[in-house]
């Protein structure tokens, strides 16, 4: 049991500060989290409480870095919020292993399409609000908060790239506005996760702590370093996320 706590914890500290740069730790988390033998929805509730933990570390760090919009962020929370809550009343009631396939294709096409376009979030050109782009980012918002309290895996880097998309963010600045949609998602899927009885406090509270500490190693880097270095662990971890879940479907 020690061993198997401190090898989640470790995956703990590790997703937390690849989630903190680019989004995607769950890629990390979870699979540990299944390794322990919990089943499927409890490791999904129990990653939410942890990952909730990190990902008000990361915010907090954005936040003092003067890198948030909250101008926009107003528009979009509550999206993140409602969508997340559907999300999990989903989850709940069916499996989401249908959604794999699609996964694996956008995560695909929005990894070859950052490499292949050599300029994307190295500069951020951040022209103002507009209501086309507010209506845009409440879409963003709605369907990624369903999709984080649904199923997961590549929702920070799913947002990054929206933010990116429709309001020229830097990644830089759309990393850090991306945490405070991530944790009202999070948030919000943890609450109901923790009312429907799918948390193991057991594991869930040491890796909270790993995670608080991975995700202020990772902000702190990506707000030293900038754009020019979260892209590339950007595009690292898009086609680790490919590789994991076609691993999963073929040996499956």
């Given amino acids: 049991m020690v061993i198997k706590i401190m090898i989640v914890c470790m995956a703990g500290f590790l997703g937390a500060m690849v989630d903190a740069i680019v989004g995607g730790g769950g890629l990390i988390t979870i699979p540990a989290l299944l390794a322990t033998g919990m089943p499927t929805h409890l490791a999904l509730g129990t990653n939410k409480f942890a990952s909730s933990m990190g990902t008000i570390s990361s915010a907090y760090h954005y936040f003092k870095s003067g890198e948030i919009n909250f101008n926009l962020l107003k528009y979009l929370l509550p999206l993140s919020l409602v969508g997340s809550a559907l999300g999990v009343m989903t989850v709940l009631l069916i499996d989401p292993e249908f959604l794999k396939t699609l996964i694996i294709v956008m995560v695909l096409i929005i990894g070859s399409y950052t490499l292949l376009k050599k ?7 951040f022209s103002g609000l ?3 782009k507010i209506v845009l980012g409440m879409v963003l918002a709605l369907v990624l908060g369903f999709y984080d309290g649904f199923f997961g895996p590549g929702t920070g880097s799913f947002i990054i790239f929206g933010l990116i998309g429709i309001f020229g963010y830097d990644f830089k600045k759309a990393s850090a506005n991306s ?4 944790f009202t998602s999070n948030f919000t899927a943890l609450i109901l996760f923790l009312l429907n009885g799918q948390i193991w406090f057991l594991y869930a509270l040491p890796m909270a702590v790993s995670m608080i500490i991975g995700a202020r190693v990772g902000a702190a880097l990506a707000v030293k370093n900038g754009a020019r270095f979260i892209k590339p662990v950007f595009i690292i971890v898009s086609f680790a996320l490919v590789a994991k ?4 479907m073929i040996g499956g």
Avoid: A, I, V, W
């Fill in 119 to 125: 300029d994307l979030g190295l500069h951020n050109k």
């Fill in 130 to 132: 507009t209501k086309k």
């Fill in 179 to 182: 945490k405070f949609m991530n």
């Fill in 245 to 248: 879940m076609l691993f999963e």
